[in-house]
């Protein structure tokens, strides 16, 4: 056994483990919803299923001289059927490289459409030229010791992978302007990488060195240009996110005021209460205002001082229809603004006073060893939980307030109602997220 095939076959294995651990990273933190990453993972999952069938077919071939070539009509005919997969992979390599350079570069429709037509008719093509290989063996054959053989005209197999690839040159530098440097510097050695390895395998005898310079490559793109991505997309989450929360509270704020400026009014008339009502209610405008825009998180103790004020009005209005019991073991962690109030006003809304006798709400707090836990309990008439769910995503309510919880604390909420028996809306904060009040000792 040769040095040069130890070598060679050295390379080979640690390239395979290289490649074998990318996909791995790729498969386990991989956002295949965009294109850009789809690509790049079906790119990288038939370029290591090629890189497999290699290495398998390299060892019954005897290519690095760990297993002699026998002379086994047996194993021709599974060298030949691995040699063509592998072939066919190879062509579906270039094609999702193309699909990946299209996708990163954000074609437009038009061209997109007539640059995928072309990297298709180049992919058939080139799986063409493999099945008249593997049928002629007019580039290349096994011989009797079922060892590859590369003919004169093995170099035409290279002719449409390298055209897919000058594609690629072109576009890039038609895109430079627009690309960081990292990028376009990257995407241009992979292209000419490639080419060149072609090259050299078409023109030197049992040298084989795409594989290596492959995995490399794609390691390269993944480290330089792929993690970028994944990067700008969690930060564009999580504006998005916070642009959501933003609307949310937006909507929430002239909501609460047009409800209670309604109760006041009817109160108005003719109704000594009405004042002190007005008064309270200023009070807590003045108050709580800041509360109603604050995108951070606030003590429970602030907001259930909201949500007393709020039910003061309720009270005032319903008079013994409505009936609130306090039971508050714990105080002491954060919540979003306006997590409480609403659910309240829910259960007060579309529960206890839709209910002829009225009834009573009870607001409970207690912990558990991992998270502070609100239960919010109503005898009311109880709700469909499907149709609230379904209502809620046009006006403030439950799945507002679900949805609060997920994005700024990681909280959960869970309604549990049964028709003319009453609701229970339960609040899970974990502790983690829901005990700093450092920020908050002002």
């Known amino acids: 056994m040769s040095s040069e095939y130890v ?58 001289g760990f297993i002699q070539g026998y002379p086994s009509e047996a194993i021709q005919i599974i060298s030949k059927a691995v040699d063509y997969i592998i072939y066919i992979s190879d062509s579906l390599i270039m094609f999702f490289y193309n699909m990946y350079l299209f996708a990163f570069l954000r074609l437009k429709k038009l061209l997109l459409k007539r640059l995928t037509y072309l990297t298709i008719f180049f992919c058939i093509m080139n799986i063409a030229i493999g099945t008249v290989s593997l049928v002629g063996g007019m580039y290349g054959y096994f011989d009797e010791f079922n060892n590859y053989q590369k003919q004169d005209l093995f170099w035409i197999v290279f002719t449409f992978p390298i055209l897919m690839l000058l594609v690629g040159i072109i576009l890039t530098l038609f895109h430079i302007k627009a690309l960081r440097p990292r990028e376009w510097i990257v995407l241009l050695i992979y292209q000419i990488v490639q080419i060149a390895s072609a090259y050299l395998e078409a023109t030197i005898p049992d040298f084989w060195i795409s594989r290596v310079t492959g995995a490399l490559m794609l390691l390269l793109i993944y480290i330089t240009i792929q993690v970028n991505i994944m990067q700008r997309v969690k930060d564009q989450d999580a504006l998005l996110s916070e642009n959501r929360i933003a609307i949310m509270l937006s909507q929430i704020q002239p909501h609460f005021l047009y409800n209670s400026l309604a109760s006041i009014n009817e109160l108005c008339d003719g109704n000594p209460e009405a004042q002190e009502a007005i008064v309270q209610f200023s009070r807590y405008l003045r108050g709580n205002m800041d509360s109603l825009t604050r995108r951070e998180l606030i003590t429970f103790e602030k907001e259930l001082t909201h949500t007393k004020q709020y039910l003061w ?127 908050y000792s002002s």
């Not at 074998?20 to 038939?46: C, D, H, Q």
């Not at 609100?374 to 507002?400: A, F, K, M, P, Y």
């Open 313 to 439: 009005l309720e009270e005032l209005r319903f008079g013994p229809k409505l009936q609130i019991v306090y039971d508050i073991q714990v105080s002491d962690f954060l919540l979003p603004a306006l997590s409480l109030q609403p659910i309240v006003e829910n259960a007060v809304r579309h529960g206890i006073t839709k209910k002829l006798t009225g009834g009573t709400l009870t607001i409970k707090t207690e912990e558990t060893a991992e998270t502070y836990r609100i239960v919010v309990t109503d005898d009311g008439l109880g709700i469909d939980t499907v149709q609230v769910s379904d209502e809620e995503r046009s006006h403030t309510g439950i799945s507002n307030v679900r949805e609060r919880l997920s994005l700024m604390c990681g909280g959960i909420l869970a309604v549990a109602s049964t028709p003319d028996v009453g609701t229970v809306v339960t609040m899970e904060l974990p502790k983690e997220r829901s005990k700093n009040l450092e920020y």
């Open 7 to 64: 070598f060679s076959a050295g390379m080979h294995v640690v390239a395979y483990f290289v490649h074998v651990t990318l996909f791995m990273a790729i498969t386990i933190g991989g956002n295949r919803k965009e294109p850009v990453f789809r690509w790049f993972y079906f790119l990288s999952l038939f370029s290591l299923t090629s890189f497999s069938f290699d290495i398998i077919v390299a060892f019954m071939q005897g290519k690095w």
